[in-house]
C-alpha cells in the first residue's frame, strides 16, 4: 500500500485510481476542469460505447494496444463493470453499452465508486510541473498547490476536444521528464474535399466504400455510411481513413455497392437497360431509384453528361454510360485536409509506447511513473476501441502488478 496521485480524471485517470484504491493505495485524483470524466458522457453520443469484444482494431501501435487488453480485455473489464454495478449489453459488431444507454450511468458508476473507496477528488486544478523527490513524485499546479506521492499516474488524455479537458498538457509532463512522444494530430475526424464537384449535397447519406489515394496507391480503405456536407464529407468510414488524409492526396468514393449492385459491370448494364427502356423518359431521370435526385445530378455533372431539359434517356451514348459507370464507382475527391481537434473524437501521437510496460503502464526509466489512455501514443477505430483501451490501461496502471481485488468477488458469486 502506498499514496498515488492521478493527473486526469478521464476514463483512464477514473479506472486506475479505483483500482488503486481497491487495493489499499491512498489516491489522489486531480482534473483541470469543474468535474471529472466529461468526456465520458460525450461518448458513443451519449450512450458510451466502453468496449468491444470483436477483433482489436487500433491503427496506432496495434501491438502494444494488443499487449495492453492481453492483461485487461473484455473479460476482465466486464468484471471490473459488474463489481460497481454496472449491468452491460452487447451489440452489433461487438460493441458494449450500459443496460441504460446512458453515457451518465457509467460516470455514476465511476464516481460512487470513488466516493466509497474515499478517493480525493480535487478539481479545476491544472498540474504543470513534475519531478522526482526522494523516494516518490511531487507535482505542482497552476496555482501553487503541491501534491506527493510514491506513484503518479498520468491520464490527461491527448488533443482531441478540447473543451472537454484534452488539451495536451498531460504529454507535456511527460515529455518535460524525457519521454520521447509523436506529437498529437486529429485521428478520427471529418475530411475535408474540394466543395466543387459536392457542391449541393450537403445533408445527404449513402453507403459508401472509401480509400485514400497516393499516386495511384491505396493507402487505406473502409466502407459504411458517409454524409455528405459543405467542407467534404463525413460518417464512420470517412473519420476511420482521416488520419492517412493529407493535403494532395485524394478520397475515392465509390457507390455502386451501395445502391444495390455487385460491380461496376453490373451498375453499366443497367444504364443500357434504362436506355432501351426508358428511351424517351428525361435524362434527368436516368438514376431514379438508386440515389436521390440532387445527388443524381452531381454525378451527371462529374460525369459531363452535359444533361439539357431536352434529353432522352435514349440519347445516351456508350461513352457516356463509361463516365457515369467510372463516377459512380470511383468518384475522385481531392482531399484539402481534416477537421481540427475541435472535431474529432481522438487523436493520434502521444508518448512512445516503449517506454512503457503493457503489463503495468509503468515508464520503464522512471520507476513510479506510470502513463494510460489517450496520452499513449495508441489510437483505436470507432465501436468502442478507445475507451476500451483508456479503461484497460487504466485499470493495469492503477494495479501495479496486483491482482484485482473484484475477480475474487465475482468468483464467489459463480
Request: glycine fraction near 12%; aromatic fraction near 6%; include cysteine.
Amino acid at each position: 500500500m502506498g499514496s498515488v496521485l492521478v493527473i486526469g480524471g478521464g476514463a483512464a485517470g477514473l479506472a486506475a485510481a479505483i483500482a488503486a484504491a481497491e487495493c489499499g493505495d491512498t489516491v489522489t485524483v486531480t482534473e483541470k476542469m469543474d468535474r471529472v470524466g466529461k468526456k465520458i458522457l460525450a461518448t458513443g453520443n451519449g450512450r458510451c460505447n466502453l468496449m468491444n469484444t470483436g477483433a482489436p482494431r487500433y491503427p496506432g501501435n496495434a501491438a502494444f494496444a494488443a499487449d495492453v487488453l492481453s492483461h485487461c480485455g473484455a473479460e476482465a473489464q466486464k468484471a471490473f463493470w459488474e463489481h460497481l454495478g454496472l449491468r452491460l449489453r452487447q451489440e452489433e459488431a461487438g460493441r458494449v453499452y450500459p443496460v441504460s444507454s446512458q453515457a451518465s450511468s457509467v460516470l455514476d458508476a465511476l464516481r460512487l465508486q470513488l466516493t466509497a473507496l474515499h478517493v480525493r477528488v480535487v478539481t479545476g486544478v491544472s498540474i504543470t510541473a513534475l519531478h522526482r523527490e526522494n523516494d516518490g513524485w511531487t507535482a505542482l499546479s497552476a496555482d501553487g498547490q503541491r501534491f506527493r506521492a510514491n506513484r503518479v499516474i498520468i491520464s490527461g488524455g491527448g488533443c482531441a476536444q478540447p473543451k472537454l479537458g484534452s488539451d495536451g498538457s498531460a504529454l507535456r509532463l511527460l515529455t518535460n521528464l524525457g519521454c520521447p512522444a509523436t506529437p498529437f494530430a486529429p485521428a478520427l475526424t471529418q475530411i475535408i474535399t474540394d466543395s466543387t464537384s459536392i457542391k449541393g449535397l450537403s445533408g445527404i447519406r449513402v453507403k459508401a466504400q472509401v480509400a485514400v489515394i497516393d499516386r495511384k496507391s491505396v493507402l487505406h480503405e473502409e466502407d459504411g455510411e458517409l454524409l455528405f456536407a459543405d467542407y467534404g464529407v463525413s460518417g464512420v468510414c470517412v473519420m476511420q481513413c482521416a488520419r492517412y488524409a493529407k493535403d494532395g492526396r485524394v478520397l475515392r468514393v465509390s457507390l455502386v455497392k451501395g445502391m444495390g449492385f455487385a460491380d461496376a459491370g453490373d451498375f453499366r448494364r443497367e444504364l443500357h437497360h434504362r436506355r432501351k427502356n426508358w428511351a424517351q423518359r428525361p435524362m434527368a431521370e436516368m438514376l431514379t431509384g438508386l440515389c436521390v435526385p440532387r445527388l443524381s445530378a452531381a454525378l451527371m455533372r462529374q460525369a459531363d453528361w452535359g444533361v439539357r431539359e431536352s434529353s432522352l434517356c435514349g440519347q445516351m451514348t456508350a461513352d457516356m454510360a463509361e463516365r457515369l459507370t467510372k463516377t459512380a464507382d470511383a468518384w475522385l475527391l481531392p482531399i484539402r485536409g481534416v477537421k481540427g481537434f475541435e472535431s474529432a473524437q481522438v487523436a493520434s501521437g502521444g508518448a512512445s509506447v516503449a517506454d512503457f510496460d503493457p503489463a503495468t503502464l509503468q515508464n520503464r526509466r522512471l520507476p513510479g511513473l506510470y502513463a494510460a489512455g489517450e496520452v499513449l501514443d495508441v489510437d483505436g477505430d470507432c465501436g468502442g476501441f478507445n475507451l476500451m483501451f483508456a479503461f484497460g490501461s487504466g485499470i493495469l496502471a492503477g494495479l501495479d502488478g496486483r491482482n484485482a481485488p473484484w475477480t475474487h468477488e465475482n468468483a464467489q458469486k459463480s
